[in-house]
């Protein structure tokens, strides 16, 4: 069971969203295909595999820079409206990881508090909005709470997981605000988002490496 995590634990992590989103890539195309591009499932794969290849070229320990220089990689790869916002949440839980080799659940804590913020200010968005925040929202704050409450890492991830799984199930609920979905209007009603769906894989990624 991992408690701290270096380089080598974030290369394993990357590893398993990677895997995670291989098996939940034709779900994310029909789900993004119902209201929006289609190419969703396409995006997360071919985004975290660049990610992955890259922090493998990196010479760098720092997990600061690791996530600044995993950020642009992501945005360069695919540069759509889903991959900028999972750029903005490399690059903006950087400032927590800054100057660290090792991080401890706590940082992660503050790192993803720091891409709740980015991905708020970025997308104009708020929870609520049924975007990918209704995953990651959640998974931020049970996050936290399981932190405070002195819980491992691992039970803090799976608990992370399951908070995001909630908040994609009251996506269903929710009419969208944004992006393409945003036209149909009432006719959003009763599906679940994609982009919180999406979120709600790489926690999953994150929660299994971390087990």
């Not at 503050?110 to 891409?115: D, P, Y």
């Not at 409450?149 to 691992?154: C, H, I």
Request: glycine share 10%; net charge negative.
């Amino acid at each position: 069971m991992v408690d701290i995590v270096r380089k080598e634990e974030l290369t394993q992590i990357l590893d398993s969203i990677v895997a995670v989103m291989e098996g939940a890539k034709e779900e994310l195309i029909e789900l993004d295909g119902a209201m929006g591009d289609g190419d969703l499932g396409l995006t997360m794969v071919n985004g975290f595999t660049a990610v992955a290849e890259e922090i493998r070229a990196l010479d760098e320990t720092d997990m600061g820079k690791i996530m600044m220089k995993l950020g642009m990689k992501m945005n360069a790869t695919v540069p759509s409206t889903m991959g900028t916002l999972i750029s903005v949440c490399f690059i903006k839980a950087a400032p927590a990881a800054k100057g660290k080799t090792e991080l401890t659940l706590q940082d992660m804590v503050k790192m993803g508090q720091g891409a709740v913020a980015g991905v708020m200010e970025r997308g104009k968005s708020k929870p609520g909005d049924k975007t990918m925040l209704d995953a990651l929202h959640p998974a931020v704050e049970a996050l936290g709470a399981a932190a405070a409450s002195g819980d491992t890492l691992s039970d803090a991830w799976q608990k992370a997981y399951e908070a995001a799984k909630d908040g994609v199930e009251k996506t269903k609920t929710m009419q969208s605000v944004h992006g393409r979905a945003a036209y149909y209007q009432e006719k959003s009603v009763g599906r679940q988002d994609p982009g919180a769906t999406a979120m709600m894989y790489i926690v999953s990624g994150i929660a299994k490496a971390v087990r």
